[in-house]
């Protein structure tokens, strides 16, 4: 049985960082990503980290201000969150799937029931 879990949200003013992490269970995958959904908003990528190939991958909105890292032992996946934004403010979830990246939620076959951060101004 699969099994994915986040932690680590909250509430944090702006500028400010928070980490997020996402522990598997059940199996190995080989694509772990976090996507989030804002209030009344599609849910839609953030991050991706794939050991097929050692990639990873960044939305625009994101990128150089998080950061995805991987602890395979622990078949754990992280979010780091820095210098954040109001618009930064949604669930998110992990998600997981065996083969390639994809960008597209609708692509991944678990996920988390997400972690709510909240970011004030």
């Known amino acids: 049985h699969v099994h994915l879990l986040e932690s680590g949200g909250g509430l944090v003013q702006a500028g400010g960082s928070l980490r997020l992490s996402c522990a598997a269970s059940?199996?190995?995958?080989?694509?772990m990503e976090w996507f989030r959904q804002a209030p009344g908003k599609e849910r839609e990528f953030v991050a991706a980290s794939s050991w097929i190939d050692g990639s990873i991958h960044y939305a625009d909105s994101v990128k150089g201000r998080f950061t995805i890292s991987r602890d395979n032992a622990k078949n754990a996946v992280y979010l780091q969150m820095s210098s954040l934004k109001p618009e930064d403010t949604a669930v998110y979830y992990c998600?997981?799937?065996?083969?390639?990246?994809?960008?597209?939620?609708?692509?991944?076959?678990?996920w988390g029931k997400g972690t709510l951060v909240t970011v004030s101004s």
């Open positions: 059940g199996r190995i995958f080989s694509t």
């Open positions: 998600a997981a799937r065996s083969g390639q990246v994809y960008t597209d939620p609708g692509q991944m076959n678990y």
